[in-house]
T-cell receptor, first 119, second 109 residues
Framework: GAGVSQSPRYKVAKRGQDVALRCDPISGHVSLFWYQQALGQGPEFLTYFQNEAQLDKSGLPSDRFFAERPEGSVSTLKIQRTQQEDSAVYLC?????????????????FGAGTRLSVL | DQQVKQNSPSLSVQEGRISILNCDYT??????FLWYKKYPAEGPTFLISISSIKDKNEDGRFTVFLNKSAKHLSLHIVPSQPGDSAVYFC????????FGTGTSLTVIP
């Protein structure tokens, strides 16, 4: 499709389980972002890739969170030993250009998100 | 620490009237501002943006106003339509995007 695709749409995990969330960005988009959106909050930045390089991971809340984009296209966000506080919607976004001063080409296009519930 | 704030969690407006959504920010280094619209079970979609060198940007029924001295921006929707009912997020950017907590707009037919 033409948009950002995320899978699965919903994931229920038992506490302590590992999960992997997938993002297929818009074809040709250089930049890819992951966000965490808790209930009633706005999206909060987790990490950013420019092609295959992870340039910023300052938003990852703990070392249980790991993201990769090995071929500069599809990205996976992995959460190890999930905790209840990890329950949130995880949003992926892609943009045509790189980071830095944002211009029109750097507008981010979002996927529908993966809703993770940790029981 | 929330750098972008939307203090009104919800807003109801009659169809045909003006909707005004407000956003405040704290970081004077932000140089680009955006509004996103979000329907349930969908990701946010880009609506309109404004550079810090401007104070107004208009696109059809949507106008964004920026007051840099007050660190305040607003989104005006005129006339409001029932299809505008959604959650609206403002975002500001320096090195990364910072989102507000959103305002849920309901346009009453």
């Amino acid at each position: 499709g033409a948009g950002v695709s995320q899978s699965p749409r919903y994931k229920v995990a038992k506490r302590g389980q590992d999960v992997a969330l997938r993002c297929d960005p818009i074809s040709g988009h250089v930049s890819l972002f992951w966000y965490q959106q808790a209930l009633g909050q706005g999206p909060e930045f987790l990490t950013y890739f420019q092609n295959e390089a992870q340039l910023d991971k300052s938003g990852l809340p703990s070392d249980r969170f790991f993201a990769e984009r090995p071929e500069g296209s599809v990205s996976t966000l992995k959460i190890q030993r999930t905790q209840q506080e990890d329950s949130a919607v995880y949003l992926c976004a892609s943009s045509l250009g790189g980071q830095g001063r944002v211009v029109a080409k750097n507008i981010q296009y979002f996927g529908a998100g993966t809703r993770l519930s940790v029981l | 620490d929330q750098q972008v704030k939307q203090n009104s969690p919800s807003l109801s407006v009659q169809e045909g009237r003006i909707s005004i959504l407000n956003c405040d920010y704290t970081n004077s280094m932000f140089d680009y501002f955006l509004w996103y619209k979000k329907y349930p079970a969908e990701g946010p979609t880009f609506l309109i943006s404004i550079s810090s060198i401007k104070d107004k940007n208009e696109d059809g029924r949507f106008t964004v106003f920026l007051n840099k001295s007050a660190k305040h921006l607003s989104l005006h929707i005129v006339p409001s339509q029932p299809g505008d009912s959604a959650v609206y997020f403002c975002a500001a950017t320096g090195n990364q995007f910072y989102f507000g907590t959103g305002t849920s707009l309901t346009v009453i037919p």
